[in-house]
C-alpha cells in the first residue's frame, strides 16, 4: 500500500479525557462510547499525577518540538495546534507508520516539557499524555487542505508567539551637509 498523503494526529493530555467522561470517550480499536461516570471515576482513581493542561509557555514548546522534529527527520509538517488538553498535527512522513510519528512527538515534547520544568525547579510531571491517539490518513489532497483548515482555523486562537525585540545596532548618524 502506499504511503499517504499525510496523517491527521490528534492526542490528548494526561487526565483530560478519561473513560467514561461526560462528552463520550473512544474504547479500543475506535469505538465509540457513551458516558459512564462509575468507569471514569475509576480511571481518576488509578491516575498517578495530577491532570495536565498547557499552559501558553508548554504550549510553545510542544509546536516549537514537533516543528524541529519534523525538520530533523525530513517530514513535512503542515500544522500544528498544541491547545490546553490535546495537540493537533498534520504531517507527511513518508515510510513511517502513524503510531511511529505520534509516539516520537509525544515522546519528544516530554523530554522538552521535562527540561523546562527542571529549568523553573518546578516537580517535573513523567505523564503528559494519554496512551495513544486519533491516527487518520490523509489521502487525498482534499482531505489533506480539510485537516489543515480545521487545525488552523477551528482550533480557537493560535498559541501566542514570542515576539522578540532585538535592540537595534547603533548606526552612527550622518555627518552634516555643509552649507555653501
Same mark, same amino acid.
Given at each position: 500500500?502506499? @504511503? =499517504?498523503?499525510?496523517?491527521?494526529? &490528534?492526542?490528548? &493530555?494526561?487526565?483530560?479525557?478519561? =473513560?467514561?467522561? $461526560?462528552?463520550?470517550?473512544?474504547?479500543?480499536?475506535?469505538?465509540?462510547?457513551?458516558?459512564?461516570?462509575?468507569?471514569?471515576?475509576? %480511571?481518576? +482513581?488509578?491516575?498517578?499525577?495530577? #491532570?495536565?493542561?498547557?499552559?501558553?509557555?508548554? !504550549? !510553545?514548546?510542544?509546536? @516549537?518540538?514537533?516543528?524541529?522534529?519534523?525538520?530533523?527527520?525530513?517530514?513535512?509538517?503542515?500544522?500544528?495546534?498544541?491547545?490546553?488538553?490535546?495537540?493537533?498535527?498534520?504531517? &507527511? $512522513?513518508?515510510?513511517?507508520?502513524?503510531? @511511529?510519528?505520534? @509516539?516520537?512527538?509525544?515522546?519528544?515534547? &516530554?523530554?522538552?516539557?521535562?527540561?523546562?520544568?527542571?529549568?523553573?525547579?518546578? %516537580?517535573?510531571?513523567?505523564?503528559?499524555?494519554?496512551?495513544?491517539?486519533?491516527?487518520?490518513?490523509?489521502?487525498?489532497?482534499?482531505?489533506? $487542505?480539510?485537516?489543515?483548515?480545521?487545525?488552523?482555523?477551528?482550533?480557537?486562537?493560535?498559541? =501566542?508567539?514570542?515576539?522578540?525585540?532585538?535592540?537595534? #545596532?547603533? +548606526?552612527?548618524?550622518?555627518? %552634516?551637509?555643509?552649507?555653501?
Amino acid at each position: 500500500m502506499d @504511503d =499517504p498523503l499525510a496523517y491527521l494526529l &490528534t492526542w490528548t &493530555t494526561y487526565g483530560s479525557w478519561m =473513560p467514561g467522561d $461526560a462528552r463520550g470517550w473512544v474504547e479500543k480499536p475506535g469505538q465509540f462510547r457513551v458516558p459512564d461516570k462509575e468507569r471514569e471515576e475509576a %480511571a481518576r +482513581k488509578r491516575m498517578t499525577e495530577p #491532570a495536565v493542561t498547557l499552559d501558553i509557555d508548554q !504550549r !510553545r514548546i510542544v509546536e @516549537d518540538t514537533i516543528a524541529a522534529h519534523c525538520g530533523i527527520r525530513g517530514w513535512r509538517l503542515h500544522a500544528v495546534s498544541a491547545r490546553t488538553e490535546h495537540v493537533h498535527v498534520v504531517v &507527511t $512522513a513518508h515510510g513511517r507508520k502513524p503510531d @511511529d510519528v505520534m @509516539d516520537q512527538f509525544k515522546a519528544w515534547c &516530554t523530554r522538552k516539557l521535562g527540561e523546562h520544568q527542571r529549568s523553573r525547579l518546578a %516537580a517535573v510531571q513523567r505523564n503528559w499524555w494519554t496512551q495513544g491517539g486519533s491516527k487518520r490518513y490523509l489521502n487525498d489532497s482534499d482531505s489533506l $487542505a480539510a485537516a489543515i483548515l480545521y487545525v488552523r482555523e477551528a482550533q480557537g486562537e493560535p498559541t =501566542p508567539r514570542l515576539t522578540i525585540h532585538k535592540p537595534e #545596532a547603533h +548606526k552612527p548618524e550622518a555627518p %552634516a551637509k555643509k552649507e555653501s
